[in-house]
Each structure stands twice: as C-alpha cells, then as structure tokens.
C-alpha cells in the first residue's frame, strides 16, 4: 500500500462549488417564484420543502414529493474496473442510482411509488454490450424490488457530441406519496432533545468519487489495489448504495415518525446541518469508518474536519427522532439489516455539529445549500 | 442555397434504433414486472399507460402521472449558433427541454403540476458563462410560466468525463394529477368516428437534430445558410419547442375530454399509430410545413415517406376527439395561439395511417414501441 506524496482536496479533483452555487442560488429563486401557479390548480407547495431534498406539494388528500437525481462519475470506476477485471459493475450502479433518488426522496417522508430511469449513452453502441446493458437493467428492478416502488419507464437516448463516446450519464427521477400527511418530516418538529440516529452506509456510495477517481491515479496498481486481503479499491468503491426506504417505511409501520431526515452525500457530515433551524447537534458515538473510506482519508491525508467534511465516514442517513424512540429507531434499521447508532443529540444552541469524539466542530458557515 | 448530392438518411446521422431498441424491450419487460409493488402501498398501476408517453398510477381520489425526457441533441446547435452570432440560445433551449417532458404528459390527460430540471454539464465552468447560464434559468422559468407548472428544483452536476468539456446534457422530469380521473386519455375511447386534430408545430423541436446537423455540415454556409429573407437555418432550428399544456388545460376547462393524444417527436407522423387499437387513420388536410422542415426535407433528399417518418413536418402534437367536439378542439387551439387543423379521421380496419393527399401510407411494421 502507498502513502500519498501531498494531500488532495476536493477542488483539486475538479469539482469547483464556487462556480455551481452562484447559479444554483439564481435557479432557486426563479424556482420559488413559481410555487404560484399551484393555486390555479386549487394546490399549494410546502414551503418548507424548498431547500429540502425533494419538493413536497400539497394536493388536498396527501402530499406528493417529486425529485431528480443524478448518479454521478461512479460509472468511470466501474468502466475502468470492467477493463481490468472482464466483469460488469453495472447492477450495483444501477442500485446507487435509484438510491440517489430514493434516499433524498424519503427524507421528506414520502414513501417512494414510481421510478423512471434515465439514460443517457455517448451512442447507440453503449447499449450494443448485452451483458453490461442488462446488468444495468436487472439491478435498476432489483433495487426497485428493495424499495418496493413501480418503474415506470425512462429515456435511453444516444447523445454523441454531448455524452463521451463509450460513458453514459445515469439519472433517476422519482415521485412518492406523504400518506397520511402526519409522514411529512421537513423539520417543523425537530427540536432540542431529540435524537440522532445514524444508519450506516455500504462505502463511498456516490459523493466524493472525483476525489477517490483522482487517488486511484496515483496508487501504483490503481484500482487494483488492496485495501484490505482480497479486497481491492476498485471494488470496495463500488459497493452499491445502500437503500434506505426499507427502514422509513418500517419505522412508520412501528409507529415512529422522524422529525427529520438528512440523506449524508455531498458535504458529507455537514448535511447533519442541512435544515435552517438554529439547533446544535452534539455527536457522542461516531460509526466504524468503512475500510475504503478510511484508506481515502488515509491516502489523500486528509485530517478528520475535511474527510467528514466530504465523505460520508460510515453513517450514509441521519434520523433525527424524539429520544423514547432512539433506541427502537436503530432496532429497527438493523432488523432491515443495516447497522444503526444512536449517535447524538439534537440541542438548544447556535447552529454548529460537534463531532465530540474527533474534536471537530462545523458551523453555519460551513453549509450553504439554500 | 446549396442542393445536396446524396440523400441523408435517419441512421448515416447516427442514431441506430436497433441496438437501443432490444434493450429498451428488456427494460420494458422488467419495469412492467415492478408494477405488483404498488398494491403494497394501497395502490395500482394503470396498465394502459405502459408504453404511453407517461406512466400513470391511480392512486385513489386521483391519478398520478409522471417522466423523465432528455432534451438530446439541440444544444449542440445553439452552442454552434452561439459561437456564430455571439447570442445566448439557451434560453429557448430550456423551452425546449421542459417541452420534452410537458407534451408527453399531458398525452394521458394530466396536469403537468412539478417539473424538476436536470442539467449536467462536463465541467463546472460551463456554469461560470453567466449569459448562458441567466437565459438558461430564464427561460426555464418562462415555460414553467406558460405552463402553469411549479419548478421543483433539481440537479446540476458536472461530470467531467461523462458529459463532454463545454457541454451540457439537458432533461427534465415532470409530475402531474389527471384530475378528475375522467380526465384519464389512454386510449380505451378512441374508435371509428373520432376526429383527427392536429395542432401546429413551431419548427423541428427537438426531434430529428442529429440530421439537422449532419444537414449543415453539407452546407456552404452551415447554419448561417438563409433558408428565407433575414432567417438563417440555425435560428430557424432553433425555435424553441410549442408548450402544448395551456391547449389541454383550455380543451378540459370548455368540457372536452380527448379520447388520445400523441406528442409527435421520434417516429414523426409514425406517433400517430402508437396507440396499440387496431384502427385506420386517414388524413385528409396535411398542414403547411414550417419553412425549417421543407428546408431539410429538401436538402436531405427526403421523399414524403420518409420526411413524415422521422420530422414533425408542422404538426407537434395530434387530438383525437369525438367528431362533434373537433372543430371546437381547433378553435380552442387557436385561442391558444397554436394553428390547428381538423385533419382526419379514425375509421374501423387494420392498423394504418393514410396521409392522403400525400399518397404515403404507413403500416403497423413502420413502429415498434412497446
């Protein structure tokens, strides 16, 4: 195993925040002034919802939440791994992909109905490749199968000139409903002395693969390898996603209703403060590291503030409950089969997260979603 | 203006619907396979809607409809055109994009109520051309606007590597209610006597590009080629896309209810034949080509036959309606400010549509979309 010469950031793996949030902050505000038209429908969005990860609309019965996601430069790893090792990656990428769009969808407490694929190859020849393409489609249904929701249907386009030649570009988008309207969990309720509970993720997921596609260039065998006996980088990245929906929907069958709900992606931990209350969250137990995640922190020398800054660090979801329920909310996930902690605390205070254990602390100015 | 030597054919531009189509078949039959999820959840799939333009999901009190569509390949044209006038495009081409996803949904009858914007460029500075990127926003807006849809949010992801440098891959998901549920149009009232409408297109779309650009290649002058008086050929193709929403809302509000719609893009007339009814079409008033579409139609070589089978050739989107509401289905059209025409009729017998005046007939072989 290799030690890095010099540390890597994420700027230097190519992703510049400081280009995309200008627009993305002129796009929300145009976005907002549309919530209008809703009234001539005789329906009304949930303010709240704006900011959040998916978009709730009031529409009398039920709430419905709409979303679309985008998977993400996982699929590079998983072409330069097929060309070292013959296999097709492609069923766990089709399961990050739906869980990209599932695990921001339940935040809201939407239970997840319909899916629709998009997919968009470089060419006509990508989906000329038997095994690769129905990889790629027997994974997106099995990850349907796991979260119980309906593929609607999707686009293939062939999109030469616009996508690589060779590399398709994987989005999903999904529509649930917030059935009753008691599910609705956009932070309304969260509040000091409510729990924090956090769900373990598979890996990397699909946040911070630039970074992790950079590191690979420099490791002498690249993807190839060893994190750990047997198992090399390259396939230690390409865990599939793990799907959350399976655990929301448990909870709400036992009677428990999150507060609130942060899917841990890009900005890693500080999602922990994605919602604008002036709250402090105070973390006494930090989840085990997956091993890839500990050899990227490791290899990119990054110190714990910039590696729970980026990656997920092992807890892929965060629900934030009332404290009777903390316990039996971890209970729960684990009897889905994922791993869960009671993690910390949710208390009055300036708006920061203290990650006790590490000694890290990340303040206000440290997110800015909205 | 230059004749061309060769004909140039749907395939020589690229796109080769055999090797997308077996895969397409594939993912159709596994998604169809996911539809049984629904009934965990209370709910059901409207099986009729498989293969339509929308999926839709009868979820009680109302139906929900939903899409995902890719704009394609246009914004190679209006990045072209850019680099030629030094004008911004974009904000037409986001006209275009929500275009893609609105007129589809609208087929079953729904309100388009949420559309949420997919924009992934090749690198984040293709977010740091402010021109471009503010037309972009504002014309997403617009159309939102137009079609009296909130704007969700969405997804701006760079994907260097996937999406090419300097580029951006455009698409655009859509959820809406069909509300009354006898607003449901997936065809099981469409039979002999219905009328025909067809509805004015506003040039190309989005649909038969990859041609349209091989087209200018050929050309002297390229896009800035004049095909009439002060209008060149590239901003003639770049037209945005008719928003036919406003039309369907305005048909339902004065008490008509079409029996089927199709949105007229891939395939061009050939959509006429896609529901799976075996019915005869016949048209008897073929509307003007806009001047884009008899520009390329002539400079591709094309005979009618093949023009109608890939290009839209000036009707974007077909009604069929009950013979007596047609003339009023026109008007209403116009009142929208989209031309329409009373263009046909559906007659018992085998599966075919008969554009008369053209002398060009297309079978049920011309089209495999399910």
């Known amino acids: 195993m290799t030690s ?11 992703v510049n925040y400081d280009l995309i949030d200008p627009l993305k902050i002129t796009a929300q505000r145009a976005a907002a002034a549309t919530a209008s038209h809703l009234a001539g429908h005789g329906f009304s969005e949930v303010k709240a919802s704006r900011g959040e990860s998916a978009y709730v609309v009031d529409v009398g019965p039920f709430y419905i939440a709409s979303i679309v996601e985008c998977l993400g430069t996982k699929t590079l790893v998983a072409d330069e791994m097929a060309t070292l090792t013959g296999k097709s990656y492609f069923a766990g990428i089709a399961q990050d992909t739906i869980a990209m769009a599932v695990n921001d969808l339940i935040t809201v407490g939407a239970t997840p109905l319909v899916v629709q694929a998009y997919w968009a190859a470089g060419g006509s020849d990508w989906f000329g490749d038997a095994q690769r393409a129905q990889a790629l489609v027997a994974g997106w249904k099995a990850a349907c199968d796991t979260c119980q929701v309906a593929w609607g249907g999707g686009e293939t386009p062939a999109l030469a000139g616009i996508v690589e030649d060779g590399r398709i570009d994987l989005a999903a988008s999904c529509t649930g409903l917030i059935n009753p309207k008691e599910r609705l969990s956009v932070g309304d309720q969260l509040g000091p002395g409510d729990a924090i509970v956090l769900l373990a993720s598979s890996g990397i997921h699909a946040n911070g693969l630039s970074l992790a596609r950079k590191l690979a260039e420099r490791l002498p065998q690249g993807y190839l390898t060893e994190i750990e006996p047997g198992l090399t980088y390259g396939e230690a990245l390409l865990a599939p996603t793990a799907l959350y929906s399976p655990v929301t929907e448990a909870l709400w069958k036992a009677g428990i209703a999150p507060h609130y709900c ?8 500080r999602k922990l403060l994605r919602h604008p209350s002036a709250l402090t969250y105070r973390i006494h137990t930090v989840p085990p590291k997956t091993a890839v995640l500990a050899f990227i922190q490791q290899q990119a020398g990054q110190d714990d503030r910039e590696a729970y800054s980026t990656l997920n660090m092992g807890a892929g979801f965060a629900i934030f409950v009332k404290a009777e329920d903390a316990e039996r909310t971890a209970q729960i996930s684990r009897d889905c089969g994922i791993a869960a902690w009671v993690a910390g605390t949710v208390e009055a205070g300036e708006k920061q997260l203290l990650i006790e254990p590490l000694g890290v602390r990340f303040s206000e100015d440290d997110l800015h979603l909205r």
Not at 4 to 14: E, I, N, R, V
Not at 262 to 269: Q, S, Y
């Open 4 to 14: 890095s010469a010099a540390p890597l950031t994420y700027d230097q793996a190519g």
């Open 262 to 269: 942060a899917n841990i992606t890009g900005h890693g931990w």
